[in-house]
């Protein structure tokens, strides 16, 4: 239990024995005061606070137990772990993190690499035991000296890796403690290291071993970096090469401290590729890893600013936030509910099939056409067409304040005898199918007040398939005064979302207002928008999926045109019979009051949106948002299309297709 409740990210701090060549043992600059409880240290009066604060007395067991021991259970878990040691050069961060292969030192000089993987093993055995479940250990070893990444266990040590490719380095399997001497051997024999002024066995490279615990489930791994020590280029005394050395060190050291501080700024641009350390750790430092940090200074006076460097670097690591648990928790619901979502939408494709078998998966035909990319450009497509994308949610609400509007303006045309009709709804539901087309064109009484506009659509075509139905229920026009209410609500999300898919989106449209559309769900956005607006004046768009943009723009033009020239035949009177008498006209916009109501809500919308809501406007795009927004700043608002068209922004034919396309009368 107490493993669950361990946090992310943890700072130790690890005083080094006094190093006898250093002449004269003078007091330490380093005090751990009564009070500290092991948390805290005093350099020349300023106290620092840490996870753990560990004296030079401390052994090697009591510093894996307290520090490393938990991360052993997470990798376990599944989580990414990483332990990092850092700090002056000479002050026992390979001796802590135990890159000494473990034959060729006391057992109580084991450092954290051995410890853990022997605690590894033990679980694993047990757990192995218990439930059989095959779980691999393997261990990799590269290191990083000047600027380059190397694999130490490859075949060819010496050639430097592609710094983006270091995953792919070998990986041994590991069985037991002696395949780990076997890799330390190997790992170390070729890394490089090098006698300084400041110690005798100075590694000149960053080193990352890895462990890679992989089950049928899982593939988590712990890092072991032991990074090189920072030092002063004076005090080593060296030149040329290994001059040169000490500036690839220092420039690796200095980019892990940036990613850390961007990181606990919470900057969304991480600078990870400024070096080649922070980019093969880039996995590591991220929100879904359990990081423990190991700073190792010295006791000596003479190294004081270097040990006041390293603390202000542990203190402000201590600033991450990193949250593996929520991450993992995030990462479940959403992979479970993506399927869903993408179980619900696309169980009528071809491409992509649930799986039988397993609920959560899907299956997705192998043939030369069947890749990744589709499938994730359709999942997009799905997120945003539910409203669940920030700018579909925000586009939605500007959608139904824009269609308030409209209903405001349209709702004057409602009569007495059909206000009964308003805010009703069948409980069938084959209502909720129903998509009560935008405006009325051909009147049509419905039997009596509680019939359902599926009732009319039955009556008008009553033997068609329910396919067919649908496509004549969106083309058929009848003409309720609920039709119209309807009309005024339609958004994007209730285009085509279903009811649970719209609880996902977290966008609740107007009550009772599900309407069903064409289905379009190939086409561009704006194209979507223009539709959408299009079908409140000419009614519903018939179904025009998978063709050629100027071919769907044909057939939307015919379809427009074809609603106009029926409507106003509509309008030359009739001889007066009994069928006459019987149908009730109920008040219905023409086409060219609808025009003009729709010419009003753009110049409104054109009059009062900012720059990025009129850059939504189908066929203006940001140089035009922002000329209209210029010009209406100036010379006030527009008060008809001509001052609008009056622009220098219509180049070509442009204005007539901005007209076009948002239903303008020219
Ligand atoms: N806590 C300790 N107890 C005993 N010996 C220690 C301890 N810490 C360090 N040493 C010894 O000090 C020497 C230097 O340690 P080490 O090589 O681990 O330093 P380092 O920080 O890795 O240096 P560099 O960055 O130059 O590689 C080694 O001989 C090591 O055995």
């Not at 409602?414 to 405006?439: A, V």
């Not at 009147?443 to 009319?456: E, P, V, Y």
Request: glycine share 6%; charged share 20%.
């Amino acid at each position: 239990m107490e493993g669950a409740k361990l946090s992310a990210v943890r700072i130790a701090v690890r005083e080094a024995p006094y190093r006898q060549f250093l002449g004269r043992r003078e007091p330490s600059v380093v005090q751990f005061p009564p009070w500290s409880d092991g948390k805290s240290l005093m350099v020349e009066q300023n106290e620092f606070y840490f996870d753990h604060a560990f004296p030079a007395t401390i052994s090697q067991d009591e510093m894996y137990q307290a520090l490393i021991l938990p991360l052993v259970d997470k990798l376990l878990e599944g989580f990414q772990c990483t332990a990092l040691a850092y700090g002056q050069t000479g002050t026992g961060k390979s001796y802590s993190m135990g890159m000494t292969p473990p034959d060729k030192i006391l057992p109580e000089h084991l450092g954290i690499l051995p410890r853990a993987l022997s605690d590894i093993f033990e679980r694993v055995t047990a757990r192995q035991e218990n439930n059989k479940d095959a779980i691999q250990v393997y261990a990799s070893f590269i290191e990083i000296y000047n600027e380059k990444p190397f694999d130490l266990l490859g075949s060819t040590p010496h050639m430097p890796m592609v710094a983006a490719r270091c995953q792919r380095c070998t990986c041994l399997p590991l069985h037991s403690q002696a395949d780990l001497n076997q890799i330390l051997e190997l790992g170390t024999g070729n890394r490089r290291v090098r006698p300084t002024n400041m110690n005798s066995n100075s590694s000149r490279s960053h080193a990352i071993v890895t462990i890679h615990v992989k089950s049928k489930t899982h593939h988590s791994r712990m890092n072991i970096v032991d990074l090189a020590g920072s030092e002063g280029v004076r005090r080593t005394g060296h030149e040329g090469v290994a001059r040169q050395e000490g500036v690839n060190i220092n420039l690796g050291l200095l980019s892990i401290n940036k990613v850390v501080m961007s990181m606990a700024a919470g900057h969304t641009v991480i600078p990870y590729r400024d070096s080649v350390l922070t980019t093969v750790l880039q996995a590591s430092l991220t929100a879904q890893s359990y990081l423990t940090f190991l700073a190792c200074i010295s006791p000596h006076r003479c190294d004081l600013s270097e040990t006041l460097s390293t603390l202000r670097f542990g203190t402000s690591a201590k600033k991450l936030r990193l949250n593996p648990m929520q991450v993992a928790r995030q990462k479940q619901s959403l992979a479970a509910r993506t399927t869903h979502i993408l179980r619900q939408a696309l169980c009528t494709s071809t491409a992509i099939k649930p799986n039988a078998a397993n609920h959560n998966s899907l299956v997705v035909p192998n043939s030369k056409y069947s890749t990744t990319k589709p499938l994730s450009g359709v999942l997009h497509r799905t997120r945003s067409e539910l409203g669940m994308t920030p700018k579909a949610k925000k586009r939605a609400r500007e959608l139904l304040e824009l269609e308030e509007t409209t209903l405001e303006l349209s709702s004057i045309h409602i009569t007495d005898n059909s206000l009964s009709l308003l805010g009703f709804h069948s409980g069938s539901d084959k209502d909720r199918h129903l998509m009560p087309p935008p405006t009325g064109l051909e009147t049509r009484q419905a039997s009596s007040q509680n019939s359902t506009l599926m009732g009319i659509a039955e009556e008008a075509e009553p033997k068609e398939s329910s396919k067919v139905q649908q496509s004549i229920v969106a083309n058929t026009v009848p003409t309720t005064v609920r039709c119209q209410l309807f009309n005024t609500t339609i958004s994007p999300i209730s285009l085509r979302a279903s009811n649970s898919q719209r609880e996902l989106s977290g966008i609740q449209p107007m009550e009772e207002t599900i309407v069903a559309s064409p289905q379009q769900p190939c086409l561009r956005r704006s194209m979507r928008l223009a539709n959408s607006m299009r079908s409140q004046n000419y009614g519903a768009i018939p179904k025009v999926t998978n063709l050629r943009r100027s071919t769907r723009l044909a057939g939307i033009r015919e379809h427009a045109t074809s609603v106009v020239v029926k409507n106003e035949t509509d309008a030359i009177p009739r001889p007066r019979g009994a069928v006459q008498k019987k149908r009730t006209r109920k008040v219905k916009p023409a086409p060219k009051a609808w025009m003009a109501n729709n010419t009003r809500c753009f110049l409104d919308l054109l009059n009062n949106g900012n720059v990025k809501q009129l850059q939504e406007i189908p066929g203006i795009g940001p140089k035009s948002a922002f000329s209209l927004a210029l010009h209406r700043s100036r010379l006030g608002c527009f008060e008809n299309l001509f001052q609008v068209k009056s622009l220098p922004i219509w180049s070509g034919n442009k204005w007539e297709r901005f007209c076009q396309i948002n239903c303008l009368d020219t």
